[in-house]
């Protein structure tokens, strides 16, 4: 399974981004995806998470600003970003797994600079 994530850059704050992950090989047994968070000096965090059903779940700073969902069709998942702060500053790393909880996966990460 690869992950190759993509739509990072640099926003003002208050401004908005879409990172989307494409996920390519044996993915039929991959159940969940989610994205992290990185910021700098600090440990990776998980941000997002969606199941093969669909069910969502968000780190309590980013309800109400970033939404994930999946294209199963395309194989990919995007993370809408919304209302962004200079905290949310920081690479974001898509990862998939066949349990929820277990991401064995992981892609290369794409860099989001929010400016105040």
């Known amino acids: 399974v690869q992950l190759q994530a993509s739509g990072g850059g640099l926003v003002q704050a208050g401004g908005s981004l879409r990172l989307s992950c494409v996920v390519s090989?044996?993915?039929?047994?991959?159940?969940?995806m989610a994205w992290y968070h990185q910021a700098p000096g600090n440990l990776r965090e998980l941000v997002a998470f969606i199941t093969s059903s669909g069910n969502t779940n968000y780190k309590d700073s980013v309800k109400g600003r970033f939404t994930i969902s999946r294209d199963n069709a395309k194989n990919t998942v995007h993370l809408q970003m919304n209302s962004l702060k200079p905290e949310d500053t920081g690479v974001y790393y898509c990862?998939?797994?066949?349990?929820?909880?277990?991401?064995?996966?992981w892609g290369q990460g794409t860099l989001v600079t929010v400016s105040s």
């Open positions: 090989g044996s993915i039929s047994d991959i159940n969940a």
């Open positions: 990862a998939a797994g066949r349990v929820l909880g277990n991401f064995e996966y």
